[in-house]
Nanobody, 118 residues
Framework: VQLQASGGGLVQPGGSLRLSCTAS????????MAWYRQAPGKQRELVAA???????NYADSVKGRFTISRGNAKNTVYLQMNSLKPEDTAVYYC?????????????WGQGTQVTVSS
């Protein structure tokens, strides 16, 4: 099982980016999927999460600006980021709770850099 993230980049304050993360492999089902981020010198923190039923939760710092969603095939998770601020600069990681031939495990994507700067 692998998680492949994409969509990061450099954006000006107030701009938008959309991150994507796709799970691949012999997957039986995917439970929750989430995005975390880690800024330099800081601990990794949860940004947003979504369950298989579509329930979501967000860090207070991104509520009203970020939206997490899952694709129709349920193996892809998106993070739409609007009104970006310099403090959103971080490496963003996707995470998923997956049932596969290896049992139930938690997986991480490789990380994608988001830089918000003028």
């Amino acid at each position: 099982v692998q998680l492949q993230a994409s969509g990061g980049g450099l954006v000006q304050p107030g701009g938008s980016l959309r991150l994507s993360c796709t799970a691949s492999g012999l997957i039986f089902s995917i439970n929750a999927m989430a995005w975390y981020r880690q800024a330099p010198g800081k601990q990794r923190e949860l940004v947003a999460a979504i369950t298989s039923a579509g329930n979501t939760n967000y860090a207070d710092s991104v509520k009203g600006r970020f939206t997490i969603s899952r694709g129709n095939a349920k193996n892809t998770v998106y993070l739409q980021m609007n009104s970006l601020k310099p403090e959103d600069t971080a490496v963003y990681y996707c995470n998923a709770d997956i049932w596969s031939e290896a049992g139930r495990n938690n997986y991480w994507g490789q990380g994608t850099q988001v830089t918000v700067s003028s």
